[in-house]
């Protein structure tokens, strides 16, 4: 089995999150449960975790011994991680499987990687 990343881009930015009816942000969070749970019943399930917004970030650069540490993130982009899956899958089909079931869950893109492998020591 290969890991893979399952990193969520939401379709949604902070402000329409912000302004999104408790009811329809519950739709999402119901949707995202069940995903959670056919994942954890297939034995993929790895972690998942979500983030606060990117505004919340830090970025952290250290180069030649200077530390330089900012607020915010690092990439100026209007697509910001907002949450992942760490799944075992046996090859990139059913990651992407996994990853196409995930986007319908959580309203975004889903972008897939694997990890890479650990050499043999």
Not at 20 to 28: A, L, N, W
Not at 36 to 64: C, I, M, Q, Y
Not at 93 to 117: I, M, N
Request: hydrophobic share 40%; net charge negative; charged share 25%.
């Amino acid at each position: 089995m290969t890991q893979y990343l399952l990193s969520v881009y939401p379709k949604y930015d902070e402000t329409a999150i912000s302004n999104m009816s408790p009811e329809d942000m519950q739709k999402i969070f119901d949707a995202v449960d069940v995903f959670n749970a056919e994942v954890k019943d297939a034995g993929a399930w790895v972690f998942a975790g979500g983030l606060h917004p990117a505004s919340t970030a830090t970025t952290v650069r250290s180069e030649d011994g200077k530390v330089t540490v900012t607020d915010g993130p690092y990439a100026e982009t209007k697509e910001q991680i907002g949450g992942f899956w760490i799944i075992d899958a046996p090859d990139l089909d059913a990651a992407l499987d996994w990853a196409t079931k995930g986007s319908a869950a959580c309203a975004g893109a889903v972008e897939v990687r694997p990890f890479q492998d650990v050499p043999a020591e």
